[in-house]
């Protein structure tokens, strides 16, 4: 099946480094661009960033630059976006998603991890 | 890098038809023909309804269209039924080789 699966839902504090994961299958992963997408509680969607795993290749939006970090290892099938100092506003759900091969669209996502930032 | 503009809620009866735009400018809607629509349920993760405009992927209803013409994009929804109520967003490919989603428009169907 071709599916992206996001790892589970996080509880941290703030100032605490976190990195989630999006794991790709059914597909060749490393040829498919993996974009990254916040929504926060109640609110829209955000396009934050995308990268090529094949070779690391990023975008970032510039709302989101330098806020976050996005990686990729090709060998285990998975992408990552990761924070370094996590901020009450960092509390959202995150969505990786697929740019369709080729085209400029998001063909497959992700069910989403939250993440909760809280003292 | 503004998000898109879209309606912040529209409203039909079962049956009828609804239009929901999205209002870009000259750096992503009106330069490329990469504007796509994503509905998304109480919960779950969006699914693509409309891509490159007007192109529908296999499985979504003829029911969805799309269309543009200039910086404006619209996603139009005929013989409405209770499950295409949702929240709808648009996107579009920009100048900057990054992606842009309108703020999204709440269907209700009445």
């Known amino acids: 099946e071709v599916q992206l699966v996001q790892s589970g839902a996080e509880v941290k504090k703030p100032g605490e480094s976190l990195k989630i994961s999006c794991e790709g299958s059914?597909?060749?992963?490393?040829?498919?661009?993996i974009g990254w997408v916040r929504q926060m509680p109640g609110k829209g969607l955000e396009w934050m960033a995308i990268i090529y795993p094949r070779d690391s290749d990023t975008r970032y939006s510039p709302s989101f630059q330098g806020q976050v970090t996005i990686s990729a290892d090709k060998s285990i099938n998975t992408a990552y976006l990761q924070w370094s100092s996590l901020t009450a506003s960092d509390t959202a759900t995150y969505y990786c998603?697929?740019?369709?091969?080729?085209?400029?669209?998001?063909?497959?996502w992700g069910r989403g991890t939250l993440v909760t930032v809280s003292s | 890098q503004s998000a898109l503009t879209q309606p912040a809620s529209v409203s039909g009866s079962p049956g009828q038809s609804i239009t929901i735009s999205c209002t870009g400018t000259?750096?992503?809607?009106?330069?490329?023909?990469?504007v796509s629509w994503y509905q998304q349920h109480p919960g779950k993760a969006p699914k693509l309804m409309i891509f490159d405009v007007s192109s529908r992927p296999s499985g979504v209803s003829n029911r969805f269209s799309g269309s543009k013409s200039g910086n404006t994009a619209s996603l139009t929804i005929s013989g409405l039924q209770a499950e295409d109520e949702a929240d709808y967003y648009c996107?579009?490919?920009?100048?900057?080789?990054?992606?842009?989603f309108g703020g999204g428009t709440k269907l209700t169907v009445l």
């Open positions: 998603a697929r740019r369709s091969w080729g085209s400029w669209y998001f063909d497959l």
């Open positions: 059914g597909y060749s992963f490393a040829i498919y661009w």
């Open positions: 000259s750096s992503d809607v009106g330069s490329y023909n990469y």
């Open positions: 996107s579009s490919y920009t100048s900057t080789s990054t992606w842009v």
